[in-house]
Nanobody, 117 residues
Framework: QVQLVESGGGLVQAGGSLRLSCAAS????????MGWFRQTPGKEREFVAA????????SYGDSVKGRFTISRDNAKNTVYLQMNSLKPEDTAVYYC??????????WGQGTQVTVSS
């Protein structure tokens, strides 16, 4: 029922910052757990971050903890991923996801993030 569209990806130098947005349509995200995953060719999809319905609780993958921040604005029906201190290893396609218990039920199309050294 909900459709997700990511934006904000691009090319950034190592050490720089980027903010991804996930705009939802079709229905409110207020009833969904939201999250971000990333994937590179030949690699398994990697968990990046998740946020609960209220936004009070968040979780992060070990590789991004302390550098990335997930947030949500239910009024704007949008989820964000603030990425700081970017590393070349962060290069991937980043996917927004939604779910009733975990953010694994509905997926966006992905946005490319490339970090140069």
């Amino acid at each position: 029922q909900v459709q997700l569209v990511e934006s904000g990806g691009g090319l950034v130098q190592a050490g720089g910052s980027l903010r991804l947005s996930c705009a939802a349509s079709g229905r409110s995200i207020s009833t969904y757990v939201m999250g971000w995953f990333r994937q590179t060719p030949g690699k398994e999809r990697e968990f990046v971050a998740a946020i609960t319905l209220s936004g009070y609780s968040t979780s992060y993958g070990d590789s991004v903890k302390g550098r990335f921040t997930i947030s949500r604005d239910n009024a704007k029906n949008t989820v964000y991923l603030q990425m700081n201190s970017l590393k070349p290893e962060d290069t991937a396609v980043y996917y927004c996801a939604a779910g009733w218990r975990e953010p694994r039920d509905i997926w966006g199309q992905g946005t490319q993030v490339t970090v140069s050294s």
